[in-house]
């Protein structure tokens, strides 16, 4: 089971590379390839889910590094894979945006639709173009709320697990003395 999660963890890091790679080289397969890049975030939340639950009952203190390296890696899967679309768009269709011009706008394009925070500076025009950035938009109002609860849950699971662990340190000291004074 480690060696397949490794393996696909190291598949979707590879996808996302080359979208990012690809916002400033052109390379082929670009809208395969950025589609499997958001594919790959999601999967990547996913697994984050699935690794939080198991981490619940573990006492291990890398796991919010993990956690957090779950999430920043299916941030950028998203936001690299819409950003390779959207530079691939530009591409085949020049007036699909205005303001974009080429990787590192697209790129920027990216987070701050991902962000909600929208500029205006970079905007679509066409049909296509006005779809994709919705969708992304919806990515990041269905998916940050959920990544926020899990990380929640998974602190104060922690907070519980070290307050319970302390008070059985607590009671083992009473037992201890009270040995002591017999």
Known sequence: MAKSRYLLLTLLIGLISYSFIDLFLKLPFEIPIASLSILGGLVFIAMAYI??????????SNQAVVLMV??????????VGFSGIYLELLRQNPVSFVGLSDGISALYFSLVTFATVGYGDIYPVSAIAKVLVMSEVLFSVILMPIVIAITIAFIINKKQLSQKNHKISLHQDEQTILKRIK
């Open 51 to 60: 690794e939080t639950k198991k981490m619940f009952n573990d006492t291990a």
């Open 70 to 79: 779950y999430w920043v890696i299916s941030f950028l899967g998203i936001t």
